[in-house]
């Protein structure tokens, strides 16, 4: 069936009254998708079959969490080539909302509302980059409140992400549920991002190094070290010549730093390469 696109929260609302009660799985993104998003996206599909409802996409590179003007203008783009994947994945409805001269509707002029989840963006990603998952939750918020999902997905990658967004629907009371996808990774481990376009040959060579030392921390883990500092000795090194932008130790639910890695903990790095700052964790416990 061939994919709809909708370009305004008009014509989006009015999509979601037709549908009535019929379920919707959404899988919000801001494009340049790759497998792990395809993941999503089938997820998405087996958790409500087209007899019982839609599986909606949403492509919007949200501004506000980008706090680096040039990342935002470098994030990659392909609309074309995003709509043929979504059609041939099974996506219903993708809403690309049309970027006007005063920014996008998702943002009204004068928009003075964000929604924070404090604490849980304390370490990790939420300490290099300020306001950026006040602007994840806010875009998140919006599109819930538009599409109502039954269901939507998000992938472990980006784990704290995922974490706040939990904890967001459940204090906010939204409705349906958040559902995380474990990550899709390369054949030599890579986690798929749409960042690794931005990656020179040698860059994604090098990348491999993010993989490897998660794979020697999973073995020393395995091996009962369970001195936080010690499962991740030696990270600048294994991570050369990325530059480390974290490499942390948290609690799986808490994302507090742990110095002992007892109950169910999370390995977190954050690495530049060739300038693109790459994510991944490992979950251990
Ligand atoms: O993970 C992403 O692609 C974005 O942070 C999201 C959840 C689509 C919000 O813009």
């Not at 994840?136 to 995922?162: H, N, R, Y």
């Not at 974290?246 to 999370?266: F, H, K, T």
Request: with cysteine.
């Amino acid at each position: 069936m061939a994919i709809r696109v909708v370009r305004s929260v008009g014509e989006l609302r009015q999509w979601r009254t037709e549908l009535g009660a019929r379920q919707v799985a959404l899988v919000p993104t801001m494009g340049f998708l790759h497998d792990g998003h395809i993941q999503l996206m089938h997820e998405g599909r087996r958790r409500v079959p087209r007899e019982r409802g839609e599986l909606a996409l949403s492509i919007f590179v949200n501004p506000t969490q980008f706090n680096d003007p040039a990342d935002l203008a470098n994030y990659p783009r392909d609309e074309p080539g995003d709509l043929a994947k979504a059609e041939s994945a099974g996506v219903d409805v993708a809403f690309v909302p049309d970027v006007l001269a005063s920014g996008s509707e998702l943002y009204p002029p004068g928009a003075s509302t964000f929604v924070e989840v404090a604490g849980l963006d304390q370490h990790l990603c939420g300490a290099t980059r300020p306001g950026h998952f006040r602007g994840v939750c806010t875009i998140v918020s919006k599109l819930w409140q538009l599409f109502q999902p039954d269901v939507a997905l998000f992938g472990e990658k980006d784990f704290q992400q995922l974490a706040i967004i939990r904890r967001m629907h459940r204090d906010l009371f939204f409705s349906g549920e958040v559902v995380g996808v474990p990550t899709i990774r390369e054949a030599d481990g890579l986690a798929l991002s749409s960042r690794n376009a931005r990656l020179s040959a040698r860059g994604r060579a090098a990348a491999v190094a993010i993989p490897r030392f998660l794979a020697g921390v999973l073995d020393r883990c395995d091996a009962c070290e369970r001195v936080a500092s010690r499962l991740i000795t030696g990270a600048e090194q294994a991570l050369a010549p990325g530059k480390i932008d974290y490499v942390s130790v948290v609690d799986a639910e808490s994302l507090q730093p742990i110095e002992r890695a007892d109950g169910n903990m999370l390995v977190a790095v954050a690495v530049f390469f060739d300038g693109v700052r790459l994510i991944d964790n490992v979950q251990l416990g």
